[in-house]
């Protein structure tokens, strides 16, 4: 069965203070690994997809990237409105149509 | 373009009570989902239509049913509402099912009393 882990739960960063989310995974057979931002009540805004070991993508303060068992998320000089939760889902081979999501990570940027 | 529409917005219901929710994407896209999301647990899969015709369950479809209407309406009914379905529910789409970015719509927020 395909497994999304996020951590931290929950994240405090200092206006500039850079720092990682980590994505920890189990499927079988990567599709694809999505990270998402997810304002409260709002719907989940997709920011990457990853297919592979080794990729790299970023926009404006994010950079994501995948190895075989995770995926960091990470944020340079974030600021106030970076404050989100953000989700991970991994799309398995075996799963169908289905993304896998991961409960996410609350950030928090305080100026 | 307006992307993925839901409505309502908001609703409440009795138990026992039935409704549908309505979801619109403008962006010719194959595939439509319908995930449910809780406190405490990611988003989850309940139905989706892999392309205009046809419907699959997902994880917990037990107490839903859907219609993909045409390729760009699809719609969730819940028959008898009980409050165990009190949820905040997403439709989504996108291009075709696999390996491809699922853009999800603003969510509809039901309370069942």
């Known amino acids: 069965e395909d497994q999304v882990t996020q951590s931290p739960e929950a994240l405090r960063l200092q206006e500039g203070e850079s720092s990682s989310l980590n994505c920890s995974y189990t499927?079988?057979?990567?599709?694809?690994l999505f990270w998402y931002r997810q304002d409260p009540g709002k719907g989940p805004e997709f920011l990457f997809t990853?297919?592979?070991a080794g990729e790299e993508k970023e926009k404006e303060r994010l950079k994501a990237t995948l190895t075989k068992k995770e995926s960091f998320l990470h944020i340079t000089a974030p600021k106030p409105e970076d404050s989100a939760t953000y989700l991970c889902a991994v799309q398995g081979r075996l799963a169908g149509y289905a993304l896998n999501f991961g409960k996410g990570t609350s950030l928090l940027v305080t100026p | 373009n307006a992307g993925v529409t839901q409505t309502p917005k908001f609703q409440v219901l009795k138990t026992g009570q039935s409704m549908t929710l309505q979801c619109a994407q403008d962006?010719?896209?194959?595939?439509m989902y319908w995930y449910r999301q809780d406190p405490g647990m990611g988003l989850r899969l309940i139905y989706y239509?892999?392309?205009?015709?046809?419907?699959d369950k997902g994880e917990v479809p037990n107490g839903y049913n859907v219609s993909r209407l045409n390729k760009r309406e699809f719609s969730l009914r819940l028959e008898s509402a009980a409050p165990s379905q009190t949820s905040v529910y997403f439709c989504?789409?996108?291009?075709?099912?696999?390996?491809?970015?699922?853009?999800f719509g603003p969510g509809t927020r039901l309370t069942v009393l």
């Open positions: 962006m010719n896209h194959n595939s």
């Open positions: 989504a789409s996108s291009e075709v099912g696999s390996a491809d970015t699922q853009y």
């Open positions: 990853l297919y592979s």
């Open positions: 239509s892999a392309s205009e015709g046809t419907t």
């Open positions: 499927v079988s057979g990567l599709r694809g």
